[in-house]
């Protein structure tokens, strides 16, 4: 019997490769459901908040398949930046065959796909600077996530439009700012929170 994780996956990619003209519907969900077995009512279930479980579970899934290619890829030799570089490469590599249902569940496609489209970018952020072995726990863990989700946020348009290789020299280019950036923010940030810790432990 299929847990509820396999039969959301069954059902999402269904209804990507079902994909047409309206793109992400309700009645599209629907029909991948029927497609692969299931009933409408399968659809009610697994995904209780509609299209936006469906479309955040989606992006689940491209994270889970991200990090199960990751598993196998020897990385000792690459630096932070370089697997940051290297998974959301990955990632895009995992969803290039759905391409058109990524560019019809874009914000300015779907907007009240905004709020869950940051929450999902967030999530994706989270999960690749983890698996590149961020251990921080102060301000900059969040920071670090933020500018990153930044930088996939600007970064998919290019991979919707562009090949690999100038998705690729585009992608570096903007980790060199994350970089920049967040060594910015630890320079100016990090004294400050010494100072006050100091006159908090006085």
Not at 13 to 20: D, E, P, V
């Amino acid at each position: 019997m299929e847990n509820v994780t396999d039969v959301q996956d069954r059902i999402v990619l269904a209804a990507c490769t079902l994909m047409g003209r309206d793109g992400w519907t309700r009645d599209l969900l629907r029909q991948a459901a029927i497609q692969e077995g299931f009933t409408e009512g399968h659809v009610h279930m697994v995904f209780p908040g509609g299209l936006p479980d469906a479309l955040n579970h989606f992006s689940a899934w491209a994270d889970r398949q991200m990090l199960l290619r990751l598993s196998s890829v020897d990385t000792q030799d690459l630096g932070i930046r370089g697997r940051i570089h290297l998974a959301v490469m990955t990632r895009w590599d995992v969803l290039t065959p759905y391409r058109n249902a990524i560019a019809a569940a874009t914000p300015s496609i779907i907007p009240w796909r905004i709020a869950a489209a940051r929450k999902s970018l967030w999530q994706t952020a989270d999960t690749i600077w983890t698996w590149a072995g961020d251990a921080s726990t102060d301000y900059n863990f969040y920071t670090k996530r933020t500018l990153l989700a930044g930088v996939l946020a600007v970064s998919t348009p290019v991979w919707l439009k562009q090949d690999r290789e100038a998705t690729a020299e585009f992608l570096s280019r903007r980790l060199d700012n994350v970089v920049n950036v967040g060594r910015t923010i630890s320079q100016t940030i990090g004294p400050i929170l010494q100072k006050c810790q100091k006159r908090t432990s006085v």
